[in-house]
């Protein structure tokens, strides 16, 4: 069956973020002062072939964790869903 | 009220996304061949202070359009949780 994962990918709380920084000082400067703490990451979808959603899940946990995360700056979570 | 904005950025559907055909093929390198049809795209966390869940989504449709996404390129998705 065909699965999509969805990956949220982002720096860590306690690390410096920035790319997020910059945007929190932009929205002050453009008059959106009502919106703080701007964090950024990454959204990665995939489409995985796999017998159940447990095994699609392994296998986002496996590509993220060895292609698109850096676990030492950035944590994630992933979602799966059947397409 | 306090509310987190979580914004979900990706590349249109129609369009190249020379990142995700990268990586898609890598994962067929490293051997995650049932994995297939990667897109990377942005996620976004704000912190928005605003009167009502409608008005935070407002704010953040403006800082995703004023500043986060490029909509020629990218379409995006807001959800609104409260903290």
Not at 50 to 64: R, V
Request: proline share 2%.
């Amino acid at each position: 069956m065909k699965y999509q994962a969805e990956i949220e990918i982002m720096p860590r709380k306690g690390l410096l973020d920035p790319q997020g920084k910059a945007v929190s000082q932009s929205f002050k400067n453009i008059g959106l002062d009502t919106i703080s703490n701007a964090r950024i990451g990454k959204f990665v979808t995939l489409e995985i072939e796999a017998n159940s959603a447990e095994d699609a899940k392994k296998l986002a946990d496996e590509a993220t964790t060895k292609l698109l995360a850096n676990l030492i700056m950035e944590s994630y979570e992933v979602n799966i869903k059947e397409l």
